[in-house]
Structures are given as C-alpha cells and as structure tokens.
C-alpha cells in the first residue's frame, strides 16, 4: 500500500508553531506564527506520529504485527 499523503495524517501529541509560509503572510500581522493540528512532510515528528495512528487503526480491527518484520501486519 502506498498512500501519498500519509504524514499529513499525523495527530500532534504537543503544540509545535511555524512561520507563516512564504507568499502567505498576512499583511499587517508578519511577525505571527501558525500553530500546526495536524503533521506536515518535513517535520521531525511527522512519520512517529503517522505510524503509532496507521499501528493503532490496524490493531484495533484485528491485525497482528509480524514479529519477524515489525512492517508487516
């Protein structure tokens, strides 16, 4: 399975901000920040939290990881 947009699936455990995106900037409010709900590609935290979401929804249906390869279910 592949599935293009898997890090934006990702559920944030704690409040991570970034700067406003380039052509983005609202006029009048440059030095404000973007408080992220959701993972984005990029960052550090983006394929843990994407991968305990994607373990959580398998096992919770009835799938078993694989002992010979944790990437199997």
């Not at 990702?10 to 380039?22: K, S, T």
């Not at 096992?59 to 990881?65: L, W």
């Amino acid at each position: 399975m592949d599935v293009k947009t898997a890090f934006l699936n990702g559920e944030l455990n704690e409040e991570i901000y970034m700067q406003q995106p380039d052509g983005f900037v609202i006029e009048g409010k440059e030095g404000k920040v973007c408080k992220l709900l959701k993972s984005l590609y990029g960052l550090r935290q983006a394929p843990k939290q994407w991968h305990e979401k994607f373990n959580k929804t398998l096992t919770s249906v009835g799938f078993v990881v694989n002992e010979a390869d944790k990437c199997v279910y």
